[in-house]
């Protein structure tokens, strides 16, 4: 593709946020933009607008908080109008050129015209955008031209810059959108070609893919780049490749973020940039933006543990339950009140110490899963990689004879410990414990590994998480999933690595009557809901799990009446899976067979699963497991 060449001069990468991405007033926006890393801040005029304080005084502000003023934006409706309505536009912007001087900025946005009066035509429009650069000139500003997706006569980059070039004006450049290119599915390597000095500033954002009016998708779906669908990373590769080094700013519409927490989507944002940009930086070498050096996405092996924060009493009954699922205790920590329980190569922790963190999870949720261990390519480099993007470093007192485990804080403010096979953290159960003869009369039941990890969460939570696990490690996240529940929707999305080692399954709850959102009331947040054991032949797992003593989730008669005449079943497999309350699924590529636990606490409950070739997880069949549960609460529970 034609474009400048490689550079060997780079500069620090300049990070900016529109002040309409975030909710709060405008000194909450600003507060929460610094604290997140930003170096600059788009100003919306509407949020200036809003805020009661002269424009000199809100400049101060911004400079006060550590920030520049990347932008002030939009100026709408200006190239290509009949007189008297072409006088009236210069006026205009003459007045915000007056404000954007008061408030200490020099770049103006001006956004392609969709009024109906426009009058189409390149040379009108650089015509026009040329004495316009004169008049920004003598107040030593700038303009910048940016083609929105709905324009009258330009909604395309390419027109834009055909216009910019025309202009010839060094005042006035273009200004690239991602969102405007990507949505219209225009080749992005179109920017290639532009010269890099005529780029005045790159705002980026990502959407979902949807069929739908362009203005509504812009105004109302937007989120972070790595959060949506669209090839926000081959968009900026190309800009990239022309040697663009100024501000990459994000330009974020969406009704969600509107209402959440500013500090959250800023850190979001921030955590969105630099993964992107370390990711720009391996695919487009030479670049001329400095991006923070860190190790690439983390290759997971497998979770290497489950914890459970727990009572010594509550301790006992979680016990009794691993044990009728067919685990043994294989060992007792030296030093703490820690169990390890393990069958096939799945080990599950119990965790009764009287202070620390496993402690204090456990008086905020109860007996809960406080502690994912993942076992990585490289537990340093997790760490210092997770470090760049932001994420909570979690470090405690270690003991003699422990290891000093890497960790960070994940979802609900559980942990994620990493462990590799390159150093002694392979060796924690031989370092840390010693051997249990476990005399349970407890048969192995055939569970071999931890499937997937299902971690529920309130639904405007769920970009936050999906961003946080798809930028730290090397996986990708899978169409989003509306599960129903007889008393609304629950928004289920997966995050997974190429080999099926490691599967998380995001569940968003938006009311607390649902099963999702009764647990995260339960347990005063997000948490890990369920667990799901792989087993190779379900069917004997479930017998040898019936001789433990295990009792399944029992399931509605009318469920296999109906998996019948669906699937038309051989009446021997029918009357084995009725008997058993296994549920089935299949599609094209093969099967799928589940079986549940009863709920245990607030509704915590394990999974046992058997894939033939399946990839999926049973969404069709996640009403009929609700609704069982749903009965299995009750009436402790009025759901």
Not at 15 to 39: D, H, M, P, W
Not at 592 to 606: A, M, R, V
Request: glycine share 8%.
């Amino acid at each position: 593709m034609p474009g400048a060449k490689p550079h060997s001069a780079t500069t620090p990468m300049l990070t900016s946020i529109a002040t309409v991405s975030i909710s709060g007033t405008l000194s909450e926006k600003l507060q929460a933009i610094a604290a997140a890393g930003f170096q600059g801040v788009e100003i919306f005029e509407n949020d200036f607008l809003a805020f009661d304080a002269p424009a000199r005084a809100v400049g101060r502000m911004v400079r006060d908080a550590g920030l520049n003023i990347t932008l002030f934006q939009p100026f709408r409706d200006f190239e290509g109008l009949p007189e008297p309505q072409r006088s009236r536009a210069f006026e205009r912007a003459e007045r915000k050129f007056d404000l954007m001087q008061e408030l200490g900025t020099e770049l103006m946005l001006v956004c392609s015209n969709i009024s109906p009066l426009a009058l189409g035509g390149i040379d009108r429009a650089a015509a026009d955008f040329h004495e316009l650069g004169e008049r920004a000139a003598r107040r030593g500003l700038r303009v910048g031209y940016e083609a929105l997706a709905w324009g009258r006569h330009i909604n395309d980059h390419r027109d834009a810059w055909e216009i910019v070039r025309r202009a010839a004006h060094p005042n006035i450049g273009l200004i690239l959108d991602s969102f405007h290119t990507l949505a219209r599915r225009i080749d992005p390597n179109s920017i290639r070609a532009i010269p890099k000095d005529k780029i005045f500033i790159v705002q980026l954002a990502d959407a979902p893919r949807i069929d739908m009016d362009l203005l509504y998708w812009s105004r109302h779906f937007r989120n972070m780049p790595g959060q949506g669908d669209l090839p926000v990373l081959d968009f900026m590769r190309a800009v990239a490749a022309t040697g663009y080094d100024g501000v990459l700013s994000l330009e974020i519409f969406n009704d969600q973020f509107r209402g959440g927490s500013p500090r959250m989507i800023a850190m979001d944002g921030r955590r969105s940039l630099v993964a992107l940009m370390d990711q720009v930086r391996r695919q487009e070498p030479g670049i001329a933006i400095a991006v923070p050096e860190m190790p690439d996405r983390i290759a997971v092996q497998g979770v290497e543990f489950i914890e459970f924060a727990a009572s010594e009493t509550e301790a006992a009954s979680l016990a009794g339950l691993f044990r009728s699922l067919g685990f043994r205790q294989a060992g007792q920590h030296k030093s703490k009140n820690v169990a390890w329980w393990r069958q096939g190569e799945i080990n599950l922790v119990i965790n009764t110490e009287p202070e620390g963190f496993a402690h204090a999870a456990y008086l905020l949720h109860g007996t809960a899963v406080c502690d994912i261990g993942l076992s990585v390519e490289d537990a340093a480099a997790t760490l210092a990689r997770a470090r760049q993007l932001g994420a909570g470093i979690f470090e405690q007192a270690v003991a003699p004879g422990e290891l000093a485990i890497p960790a960070i804080r994940g979802v609900g403010g559980g942990l994620l410990h990493f462990l590799d096979r390159k150093s002694d953290l392979a060796r924690v159960w031989e370092i840390e414990f010693t051997p249990v003869a476990d005399d349970s009369q407890a048969e192995a039941a055939g569970l071999t590994r931890i499937d997937h990890v299902a971690q529920t969460m309130p639904h405007d939570e769920m970009l936050t998480w999906i961003l946080f696990y798809t930028s730290l490690f090397a996986t990708r996240k899978t169409p989003p999933v509306d599960i129903v529940d007889p008393a609304g929707l629950v928004r289920s999305q997966v995050i997974e690595n190429a080999d099926g080692s490691l599967r998380l399954t995001l569940n968003g709850a938006e009311n607390d009557r649902t099963l999702a959102g009764h647990f995260l009331a339960e347990r005063f947040g997000s948490a890990v809901q369920h667990l799901a054991f792989a087993s190779d032949d379900i069917f004997a797992t479930a017998a040898a799990l019936s001789r433990n003593g295990f009792k399944p989730l029992p399931l509605s008669p009318n469920y296999y009446d109906d998996l019948e005449a669906r699937f038309g079943l051989e009446p021997d497999l029918l009357a084995r899976l009725r008997a058993a309350n296994i549920l089935y699924d299949r599609d094209e590529a093969g099967e799928y067979f589940q079986l549940y636990s009863p709920n245990f606490g607030g509704g915590f409950f394990f999974e046992i699963i058997q894939r033939r070739g399946y990839a999926g997880y049973g969404a069709p069949n996640a009403p009929f497991r609700i609704a069982a549960q749903k009965r299995h609460l009750a009436p402790a529970t009025a759901l």
